[in-house]
């Protein structure tokens, strides 16, 4: 495989000036909420669709561990035995954790292992003296070749201090519930697949959801499509001891796991799960390190003791590297895909009353990213051990990556045969940087595009499956009035295309799903009335769209968050402040729609409705 690399650099006028600017920071709300505790607790909650069985009685339900993570700082995760409930049939599988905490603490990572192979990465919402408290479900169907099998390890990592200032001690129960779901449909026959690796799971609209007929819809079932679980899924997961996630500290550090793939794979999809954190939390609005040199050795000559918040400054300095982020996929060193995640902002980030008591998006459920790599089995089923690798390009300290490898395998043969028959990857990188003392622009573009295409020949048949990944990375910081006003806009666009062809040339499956993430935050830092005090500013709009495509059906997801505010901040904690954040999520699938809409003004709900009405699309 060959790369095709375009690097062009521009560099202007360099200045330093005086002052330093201030940066997306991440804080806690110690002195805002130690107010007297008078109200219960709050629920806080992300914003997302039901589950497609929400509305079913579980069959089972396997309360598997009951933790209260106070200081788990450096132990491993918590580990308990898990085996499905015995004598229970079922489809579907859902995977719930309730959280509880009270007192002040930071957000924090954690996420589920079982057998190594992650379900869940999620984080916590920040608590207060009244205590908060929330409830995560996720479909974690596509595990089922894990969840039917006895005794495996399930681990939980949260890594939380507890000290007299850090009070707040996260009380969690996991649990999984089994459901039995005999409403699926069978397939359409436009989406007959081989091995019916697709099938179609749905239920009659009732009359209630569309009572006015608003908008002309298939006059038939509502569709959600849902793919057939994985076979086998192999982690591509660190040891353990300090979590299965692979700790990426800058952006030559590579890490990698040998794996061993059945013969009879005939279908192969990487899924990974990604999040940022240290100096890398907000990557997206990260300068050059060469801004920073020159404020430094300004700073340096013009040493100014009533300057704001020196910690605060050198935080800043080292989010650095600019603000073009990808995490790289290699088998045996070649390059087979990448991702640019979504910018997830943790409870704590920007200004932590935005999230008071709706999150960030994705912060209970961080989205995981796949990958078809069904084109590239014939480099991988020789039977020998492959390396498999992970790398975050201009990464700094630091990334949790790891990745499940979901394999389908032939029942009908122990070994199938698979040639990778082209592979065409492309990538350009662009930036841009202008700056004059503490003002300035930058600007990072990149482009990467694989077409990649191989033919896998099973029991089903021989099928040549063609893939096209489409990136395209657009970031824009400016810094404008000394520094103090910022402005950061990205927008982030992944466009994949899968289509399997038959011997005789006919396409008997398609699928195409295109996500952009437009970003844009606002910041002004201002010195505060009393001293080492300073205000912060912030309006924040984050999105996420996604077009999907699957044989002839369509799905469209639009989920947008709107916040602005203002805190007063010493050290990295919120004193006082102002926030209001609203929130509009739509989802259509078929001819079902969700959708629902959420305001929020200083950590109370004012707005909260949920339509199933499909809107008049114009
Ligand atoms: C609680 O708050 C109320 C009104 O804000 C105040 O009168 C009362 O003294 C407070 N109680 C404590 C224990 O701080
Ligand atoms: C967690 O802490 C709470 C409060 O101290 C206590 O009531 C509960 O029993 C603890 N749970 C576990 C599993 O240790
Ligand atoms: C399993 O379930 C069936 C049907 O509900 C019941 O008849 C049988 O006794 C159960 N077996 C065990 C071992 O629980
Ligand atoms: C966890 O489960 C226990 C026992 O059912 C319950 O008392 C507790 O409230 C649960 N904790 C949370 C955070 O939901
Ligand atoms: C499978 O199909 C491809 C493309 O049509 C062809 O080049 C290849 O030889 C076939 N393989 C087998 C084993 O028939
Ligand atoms: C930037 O700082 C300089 C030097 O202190 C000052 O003269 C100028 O007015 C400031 N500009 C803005 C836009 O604040
Ligand atoms: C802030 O104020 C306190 C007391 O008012 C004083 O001791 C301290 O030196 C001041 N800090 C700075 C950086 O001026
Ligand atoms: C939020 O707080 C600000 C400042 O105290 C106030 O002006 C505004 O009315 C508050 N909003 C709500 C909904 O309470």
Redesign the pocket.
């Known amino acids: 495989m060959h790369t095709f690399l375009l690097l062009l650099i521009l560099l202007s006028l360099i200045i330093p000036l005086y002052s330093l600017p201030f940066h997306q920071s991440h804080f806690t709300k110690q002195h805002l909420h130690q107010k007297n505790t008078t109200s219960s607790p709050q629920e806080y909650f992300e914003v997302t669709k039901p589950l497609p069985f929400d509305g079913l009685n579980a069959r089972c339900k396997l309360p598997i561990l ?3 993570f106070s200081n788990t700082y450096g132990l491993p995760p918590v580990s308990v035995t898990y085996s499905p409930p015995i004598n229970c049939t079922w489809t579907h599988v859902a995977l719930e954790i309730q959280v509880s905490c009270r007192g002040e603490q930071y957000d924090r990572i954690a996420a589920v292992w079982l057998s190594g192979a992650e379900l869940i990465r999620t984080s916590t919402a920040e608590p207060t003296n009244d205590g908060i408290f929330w409830n995560v479900r996720k479909d974690v169907t596509r595990y089922s070749s894990l969840l039917a099998q006895d005794n495996l390890i399930l681990s939980v990592m949260l890594e939380n201090i507890v000290n007299d200032v850090f009070t707040g ?1 996260y ?1 969690a129960n996991v649990t999984f519930l089994y459901y039995n779901d005999n409403t699926v449909i069978v397939s359409p026959p436009l989406l007959a697949l081989p091995s019916e690796n697709y099938r179609m799971m749905g239920r009659k609209l009732k009359s209630l959801n569309n009572p006015l007929n608003l908008k002309v819809n298939y006059d038939k079932d509502s569709f959600d499509l849902e793919e057939k679980p994985a076979d086998l899924i192999i982690p591509i997961s660190a040891v353990g001891d300090d979590g299965f996630w692979f700790r990426i500290q800058n952006a030559l550090d590579i890490h990698s796991k040998g794996v061993r793939i059945p013969r009879n794979a005939y279908r192969a999809v990487i899924e990974i799960y990604v999040s940022f954190h240290g100096n890398d939390e907000f990557w997206y609005s990260n300068p050059p390190d060469s801004y920073f040199k020159n404020v430094n050795d300004y700073e340096v000559r013009n040493r100014n003791p009533s300057d704001l918040c020196a910690s605060m400054k050198k935080a800043s300095a080292e989010r650095g590297h600019g603000a073009y982020r990808e995490v790289l996929v290699m088998v045996d060193g070649n390059l087979i895909g990448s991702v640019v995640p979504f910018p997830v902002i943790f409870t704590g980030g920007i200004n932590p009353l935005f999230w008071e008591p709706v999150v960030s998006i994705g912060a209970f459920d961080l989205p995981s990213y796949d990958l078809e790599l069904t084109p590239y089995l014939g480099m991988l089923l020789d039977g020998k051990v492959h390396s498999f690798s992970f790398q975050v390009a201009d990464g700094i300290s630091f990334w949790l990556v790891d990745a499940n490898l979901h394999l389908w395998l032939d029942a009908g043969s122990v070994e199938v045969q698979a040639r990778i028959r082209s592979s065409d990857p492309e990538f350009s990188l662009e930036r841009e940087l202008k700056f004059q003392g503490l003002d300035g622009e930058f600007e990072v573009e990149a482009e990467r595009k694989t077409k990649t295409s191989g033919w896998v020949h099973s029991t089903a048949g021989n099928f040549t499956t063609s893939i096209l990944q489409e990136l395209k990375f657009k970031n824009s910081i400016k810094f404008s009035n000394n520094g103090t006003l910022k402005l950061v806009e990205q927008k982030v666009k992944d466009k994949s295309e899968v289509r399997i062809v038959s011997d005789a040339g006919q396409i008997i499956f398609q699928t195409s799903t295109e996500r952009t993430y437009p970003l844009k935050i606002t910041t002004e830092t201002l010195p505060g009335k009393e001293n080492d005090t300073y205000s912060m500013t912030t309006s924040l709009k984050n999105s996420i769209e996604e077009k999907k495509t699957v044989g002839n059906v369509q799905s469209t997801l639009k989920n947008n968050q709107e916040s602005s505010g203002w805190m007063s901040v010493k050290d990295h904690e919120v004193l006082s402040g102002v926030a209001n954040t609203q929130q509009s999520y739509s989802y259509k699938a078929g001819s079902e729609c969700y959708s629902r809409n959420v305001a929020a003004e200083n950590g109370t709900l004012l707005a909260d409705t949920t339509s199933l009405l499909c809107a008049i699309s114009l």
Do not use: I, K
């Open positions: 009951t933790h209260n001690v009380q």
